[in-house]
């Protein structure tokens, strides 16, 4: 599974822009079965593809520690740890509500 993260990892890393669509396209399943772990390893994913841990936490002005558990496949970020985490990554929140133009 390591593999299957770092090549996704590297695809956002090398195409930014895709974080939108990748996290957007998690973000509509939501409701299903699993969807919150499976954002949560989206939200991760580009993360870690942004600088990681640290350097993410820093800009939403969380504890490192703190956004790990928030994006651990038990977590159960805030909405106000969410918005931030999303916003340091360089994406609107607002983004992932609405269609593509």
Known sequence: MRAHDDAVIEMLRNDPAMAVDY???????????GGEPAFLLALRHVVESQGGMAAVAE????????????????????????????????????????APV
Request: net charge neutral.
């Open 23 to 33: 996290l957007r396209a998690a973000f509509d399943e939501l409701d299903e079965d």
């Open 59 to 98: 800009r939403a002005k969380v504890s490192r520690e703190s956004l790990y558990r928030a994006l651990s496949p038990n977590g159960n970020p805030t909405l106000k740890t969410m918005t931030a985490v999303i916003k340091a990554t360089g994406v609107h929140f607002h983004e992932l509500t609405h």
